[in-house]
């Protein structure tokens, strides 16, 4: 399986595996058979055509249900957003984004994507560095330059935050059922999350004078040519590494990944191994989203997705949360899925989505900083993600 793994725990929880209720049918069939000990004849085959009925008005029942959690094309249904997050600039930086083309791990499009990006957060008050190392391509084994990307607003603060998502690209659109070895875009994935970021540095000069943030962008996310070969997350392992080897004076007090949240049809779940890792934060983004009116952000655990927020809560110890829309475009039987196919590409995302998502960041750390001010007079640990494990 890919590295963005789905379980759909409490799918199938909540509505039962259809899969399996059809294997019941045929059991329920074959007892007839075998209890008569020769076919059930009319009766059997009335009884056939019965469990083949139920089975597929439960089939589409499910799907109507799922179905119902998706949103109308272009419409996410949410709250109004303040016009300071500027959707129409937001979905301006991902067809940016998407205009360089592919951006695969020591491309030609990711150093344009590079030189691009640092002028841009340097130009939005940050200090922009990179964390470069090399990796050996899975391929001919040639050495291959890996850069993450760090832009820093006020790191003498007392408390800080990391922001992040990873800006390479797969290499070939490997899920699409038609052209596996085609031009992969990457809008959603690979392109949403650096979008909404750039959307967010607008904000980022005018924090809470307790409030420091780093922005860090990962590369070699999926540097992946064969599945089930090659591995994920190299980026982010490196950082993580690199952060528990050497760890600044002031470390973050918790994280927010970024990761196809473009979707035009926008449904964020609780991600299952952010609760695991980091519930307080997951639970105080989403208490947020409540607040402001966002009914994209469904406070129910859907995906347990494996991600760059694996290592920095694994090896880093920086309680992370994965913000991801992993139905790309809805949850419901027959509704084609965009991930890593040729279908991935700005006109199915959605900049009302990428600023109804950084609308709710934005607004959970300025939360943070009355949550900084309790801390301090009461001397205790807060809630919103201070402290979290």
Not at 214 to 224: K, T
């Amino acid at each position: 399986m890919s590295r963005k793994r789905d379980s759909q725990e409490a799918e199938a929880t909540l509505h039962g595996d259809v899969s399996s209720l059809g294997t019941t049918g045929l059991n329920a069939q074959e007892r007839l058979k075998n209890e008569s000990g020769q076919p059930a004849g009319r009766r059997g085959s009335w009884m056939t055509v019965m469990i083949i009925a139920v089975v597929i008005v439960g089939w589409l029942f499910v799907s109507a249900r799922r179905q119902s959690r998706g949103l109308p094309a272009g419409n996410t249904a949410m709250a109004d957003v303040p016009t300071r997050y500027q959707a129409d600039r937001a979905m301006r930086y991902l067809q940016e984004i998407c205009k360089i083309g592919s951006r695969v791990t020591g491309s030609p499009g990711m150093d344009q994507q590079q030189a691009w990006l640092k002028g841009f957060f340097a130009k939005q008050g940050a200090a922009v560095s990179f964390q470069n190392f090399e990796i050996r391509h899975p391929e001919d084994g040639s050495l291959v330059p890996v850069s993450n990307l760090v832009a820093t607003w006020f790191p003498e603060r007392p408390k800080r935050f990391l922001l992040c998502a990873h800006y390479d690209t797969r290499p070939f659109p490997d899920s699409d059922p038609r052209n596996p070895k085609g031009r992969f875009i990457g809008a959603n994935d690979g392109g949403s999350g650096v979008a909404a970021l750039m959307e967010l540095a607008h904000q980022l000069r005018d924090l809470p004078s307790e409030i420091g943030v780093d922005i860090v962008l990962f590369d070699a996310e999926e540097f992946v040519w064969m599945q089930g070969r090659d591995e994920y997350f190299l980026g982010s392992n490196f950082f993580a590494e690199k952060y528990r080897a050497d760890p600044p004076d002031i470390r973050y007090e918790s994280g927010i990944l970024l990761d196809m949240v473009g979707d035009r049809e926008l449904k964020i779940y609780y991600e299952a191994n952010s609760l695991r890792y980091a519930r307080d934060v997951a639970r105080g983004i989403f208490q947020t989203a409540r607040s402001l009116g966002v009914d994209a952000f469904v406070p129910r655990s859907r995906h347990r997705i494996e991600d760059d927020h694996i290592p920095l809560n694994e090896i880093a110890k920086i309680p992370t949360v994965d913000l991801i829309d992993f139905d790309y475009p809805r949850p419901g039987f027959g509704v084609p899925s965009y991930w890593h196919t040729e279908q991935d590409i700005p006109e199915n995302c959605s900049g009302q989505s990428l600023a109804t998502v950084v609308w709710v960041v934005h607004q959970w750390l300025l939360e943070q900083a009355s949550v900084v001010s309790a801390n301090v007079s009461g001397d205790q640990v807060g809630t919103n993600g201070i402290g979290a494990n």
